[in-house]
């Protein structure tokens, strides 16, 4: 049987841990053959083992995290503070090695004031106005429980096995920003992404242009393979066999990925 060694890193937004963390022993078997392997860590912690020589003993790193944003209770509501350089470097140095990652829901907000991030990963939740790919963007919007039609781009891809050509299912929405023309799409929601559908957000949401239906991509960062999911806020979705078999097949793709040093 083949194991992958993935590391789950979490910490900086809230999520209900007990439904979380079953489902992902629920994903220790994703297919016959494969069984995944997990390791824990939050930040601050992380920092320390997200270096390639320590990484070196996992496949594949999956961020549900969301580090560089505190919420204040306060105005303004959101405060950013900055990744070190030696986290800076690391990570940049994981990328070169060609370490596959995957990064789930709330992780497009990491590290705000980092504009390279945003564009590594290709694209940005901005709970402050911001930039991405040279265009000026309000804050982002959220909004809960929408049912959505998934469609799926690409049913060939090794993440989107099993899920047809459509598939429903209910989850938090985010009108974001995304840099379609670097990522390559596998999965379009058709809930309408316009300021008037969206009820909370960072500051100046309501001014937003037009967000993108993007809710599931890959890219190649440097030299590593990574995907996103927008997809998996709460409970209901931990539970959802569609979203449990999407977030393994992701696991699974990023990990076989080919680099040069992996």
């Known amino acids: 049987m083949k194991t992958i060694e993935a590391l789950l890193v979490t910490k900086g937004h809230s999520f209900e841990r007990e439904p979380f963390f079953k489902m992902i022993d629920r994903l220790k078997y994703p297919s016959p053959g494969i069984r995944i392997h997990w390791t824990h860590v939050e930040h601050p912690a992380a920092a320390a083992v997200l270096h390639p020589e320590r990484a070196a ?3 594949v790193i999956v961020f549900y995290d969301m580090p560089g944003v505190v ?4 105005n303004p509501p959101f405060a950013h503070f900055d990744p070190s350089d030696q986290y800076k470097a690391d990570f940049i140095s994981l990328l070169d090695s060609g370490k596959g990652m995957v990064f789930l829901h709330h992780a497009i907000a990491d590290w705000p004031t980092w504009p390279e991030f ?9 709970f402050r106005p911001g930039e ?3 265009q000026s963007y309000p804050g982002s919007g959220y909004r809960f429980d929408v049912p959505q039609t998934i469609t799926v781009l690409d049913t060939e891809h090794p993440i989107t096995q099993g899920l047809g050509e459509t598939f429903e299912i209910q989850d938090e929405a985010y009108m974001y920003a995304v840099l379609e023309d670097k990522v390559t799409p596998l ?11 969206f009820r909370y957000g960072g500051l100046g949401f309501k001014d937003h242009p037009e967000g993108s239906s993007l809710v599931g991509w890959t890219k190649q960062a440097r030299k590593s393979d990574i995907a996103y999911l927008q997809l998996g806020h709460g409970p209901d979705i931990y539970e959802d066999t569609k979203y449990q078999n999407l977030k393994a097949n992701s696991v699974a793709w990023a990990a076989s990925q080919p680099s040069q040093t992996r």
């Open 132 to 134: 991405l790919g040279g």
């Open 57 to 59: 003993a996992f496949d």
């Open 71 to 74: 919420f204040t209770r306060d």
């Open 187 to 197: 999965l379009r929601t058709d809930f309408q992404q316009t300021p008037d559908q």
């Open 118 to 126: 945003a564009e590594l990963i290709g694209g940005r939740f901005h």
